[in-house]
């Protein structure tokens, strides 16, 4: 059962490189109505292998990478036409404005844009072709935690993941093994099961012949993580906790600080051109002061104290916002949406407070009161909190009630549990990309 779809995306990412390459070789042979000898062609090679890195990029900030992507046939067309025209216009900038190449090409980059689409969404289509042919799967999920309902669901309605049917057993059936037995028989080649649950691991023993059979035991925590990319609270616990946080990333943590100072410090400096901006859209409209400071809850339950432009008519104190909120501005709405009044915190991120990347800092008193409600609430204090992260790539807003607080932990710990450069990097993209549909880019 494939449930992680990362030979997929590799496969997109490759295959992505590959076309660009044979693209321009057809480019050069359309345009010029012979084959493009040797010499030509890596002329031409050399300019256009700058872009596409470049182009690459373009793709994993437009989310031609993303998990969603390759389950979105109808959208992928749209994403994949948005990023080349955007591509174009780095190519344009890039042989006019760049001295170091010969060549200046105008009808050889229309060419290739309008060959590089088609090919490349031609290869996409055929990708996702491919990877539904596999024979069906049907599989058993044996629980009694509230994911395994989630997870059949998924694995039913997801066609990604080409399962046949996902049949449900819930820990306290009767006559739990003689059914599952039939199952098998049936065809069921996989069991999903919580090996954390005391009950599973005493029903687990009566099943060890099947293992003969060939069927595949796979933990459901495991397959919830690779699902949803959140680690279920229902997990967590001091067993859970020991396993995954006893290890610090030395290596990882270094390499983070450098970078947050290297990118942090000149972008704090260049955000300095929007102050007076937004110092008059304030100003004007409120006459009110242009930050408010809000304490926060840093690395280690240290109390930091960071900075913002103010989007509302006072302080929220930790309240969660209301739907069209009244305390919001005009202005402050703007500035949410892009936000621009997070600007004065790429300070507090070269000072070492917050970082570029990681769980978003809880104000104090909010932070007190989600600590009594929610058992474990305390660990996401573990590492750096951040500008941006895993939780506000995935949830579509910020949380405004304990349950969706819970939703955003249970990101927090997938992040916390996988961090690393790649998935900083990760979070980078997309949050451009929704930062750039927000503003209409």
């Known amino acids: 059962m494939n449930i992680s779809g990362k030979r997929e995306h590799l496969a997109y990412f490759f295959g992505d490189i590959i076309v660009f390459v044979f693209s321009l070789w057809l480019a050069l042979s359309l345009r010029h109505f012979s084959l493009p000898e040797r010499e030509f062609f890596l002329k031409h090679l050399a300019p256009f292998a700058f872009l596409f890195a470049a182009w690459v990029f373009v793709f994993f900030v437009a989310g031609l990478y993303e998990k969603q992507t390759a389950i979105s046939k109808k959208k992928m067309p749209g994403r994949v036409a948005k990023a080349q025209a955007v591509n174009g216009i780095i190519g344009v900038f890039f042989f006019y404005l760049s001295p170091y190449f010969d060549i200046t090409p105008k009808t050889n980059l229309l060419i290739y844009l309008l060959v590089s689409s088609i090919l490349v969404i031609l290869w996409r289509l055929a990708v996702m072709r491919f990877f539904r042919m596999g024979k069906k799967q049907s599989g058993i999920i044996l629980s009694s935690g509230p994911e395994f309902k989630e997870i059949a669901r998924e694995l039913r309605e997801n066609k990604k993941y080409n399962i046949k049917e996902a049949f449900l057993f819930n820990l306290e059936e009767?006559?739990?093994?003689?059914?599952?037995?039939?199952?098998?028989?049936?065809?069921?080649?996989?069991?999903?099961?919580?090996?954390?649950?005391?009950?599973?691991?005493?029903?687990?023993?009566?099943?060890?012949?099947?293992?003969?059979?060939?069927?595949?035991?796979?933990?459901?925590?495991?397959?919830?993580?690779?699902?949803?990319?959140?680690?279920?609270?229902?997990?967590?616990?001091?067993?859970?906790?020991?396993?995954?946080?006893?290890?610090r990333k030395r290596g990882y943590d270094f390499a983070k600080r450098v970078a947050d100072i290297v990118i942090s410090l000149p972008l704090a400096v260049l955000s300095l051109i929007f102050y007076p901006f937004v110092f008059l859209a304030v100003k004007i409209e409120d006459g009110g002061p242009l930050f408010v400071k809000q304490e926060r809850i840093g690395q280690g339950r240290i109390?930091?104290?960071?900075?913002?432009?103010?989007?509302?008519k006072d302080s929220d104190g930790g309240i969660w916002l209301k739907e069209k909120d009244e305390r919001i501005t005009r202005v402050?709405?703007?500035?949410?949406?892009?936000?621009?009044?997070?600007?004065?915190?790429?300070?507090?991120?070269?000072?070492?407070?917050?970082?570029?990347?990681?769980?978003?800092?809880?104000?104090?008193?909010?932070?007190?009161?989600?600590?009594?409600?929610?058992?474990?609430?305390?660990?996401?204090?573990?590492?750096?909190?951040?500008?941006?992260?895993?939780?506000?790539?995935?949830?579509?807003?910020?949380?405004?009630?304990?349950?969706?607080?819970?939703?955003?932990?249970?990101?927090?710990?997938?992040?916390?549990?996988?961090?690393?450069?790649?998935?900083?990097?990760?979070?980078?993209?997309?949050?451009?990309?929704?930062?750039?549909?927000?503003?209409?880019?």
């Open 174 to 247: 009767a006559g739990l093994e003689e059914e599952i037995k039939k199952k098998v028989s049936r065809g069921a080649s996989f069991i999903v099961v919580d090996f954390q649950n005391e009950k599973a691991r005493m029903f687990i023993p009566r099943l060890y012949d099947l293992f003969f059979s060939g069927v595949v035991f796979i933990d459901i925590q495991r397959v919830y993580e690779d699902l949803f990319e959140k680690v279920p609270l229902s997990a967590v616990g001091e067993h859970w906790l020991l396993n995954n946080f006893y290890l």
């Open 332 to 441: 402050g709405k703007f500035l949410r949406k892009s936000r621009i009044d997070e600007l004065p915190q790429l300070w507090s991120v070269v000072r070492g407070d917050i970082s570029l990347i990681g769980p978003r800092p809880d104000i104090g008193g909010l932070r007190d009161k989600l600590a009594k409600e929610i058992p474990y609430y305390e660990v996401r204090d573990i590492v750096r909190p951040g500008l941006s992260g895993w939780a506000q790539i995935k949830q579509e807003n910020p949380p405004q009630s304990v349950e969706e607080t819970k939703e955003r932990l249970m990101y927090d710990f997938y992040y916390i549990k996988n961090r690393s450069l790649i998935i900083d990097l990760k979070i980078v993209l997309r949050t451009i990309q929704i930062i750039a549909s927000r503003t209409g880019a």
């Open 303 to 312: 109390k930091i104290r960071i900075a913002k432009f103010r989007s509302m």
